[in-house]
């Protein structure tokens, strides 16, 4: 497992959710919800500084068959913005699918409802993200998804 601070990012049409993780990489834990009108990427890059993360996950959402959503293209525009203003520091699309449900179901099940639960739903998402993809690393000793390259490239494995 690598040592080093990681972020997660729920992209969301309204909102952008973000997540980080200790520096072993341990637990992933809610950070900030950025609203999409403002500077995402200036924001998350501003995280990845103060935070001296060395990897940003963004999330990838597709369908149930693997097939590609219509938010699917805006989550890769985001990942490759990032990864243009990130220089150094790579960026992975993993595949997010249900992040969102479960992080709805599960502030459900703590007695919030759908309407007081807007602002923190994507940072939930994010912090869901994250986990998998650190478990993902723990269990098989790589990291998860693949890097995206800033000259606009096919992805990385």
């Known amino acids: 497992m690598r040592t080093g601070v990681r972020l997660g ?13 200790d520096r072993h990489g341990l637990l992933a834990t809610p950070v900030e919800t950025l609203p999409r ?42 990942a490759l913005e990032l990864a243009r203003a990130l220089p150094g520091v790579p960026v992975r699309l993993v595949d997010e699918r249900l992040t969102t449900v479960t992080a709805s179901r599960a502030l459900r099940a703590a007695g919030r409802t759908a309407k007081n639960s807007r602002t923190v739903v994507d940072q939930v998402a994010a ?16 990291a998860p998804g693949v890097v995206v ?9």
């Open 37 to 78: 009108s403002g500077d995402v990427v200036g924001s998350i890059r501003r995280l990845v500084d103060e935070l001296e993360a060395i990897e940003v996950v963004v999330g990838l959402p597709l369908s149930l068959s693997g097939a590609d959503t219509a938010s699917t293209q805006d989550s890769r525009d985001v």
């Open 127 to 142: 912090v869901i993200l994250l986990q998998h993809a650190l478990d993902h690393e723990k269990a098989r000793g790589e």
């Open 149 to 157: 390259d800033a000259d606009g490239g096919p992805p990385a494995p």
């Open 9 to 21: 990012v729920d992209v969301g049409r309204a909102r952008v959710g973000v997540a980080r993780c």
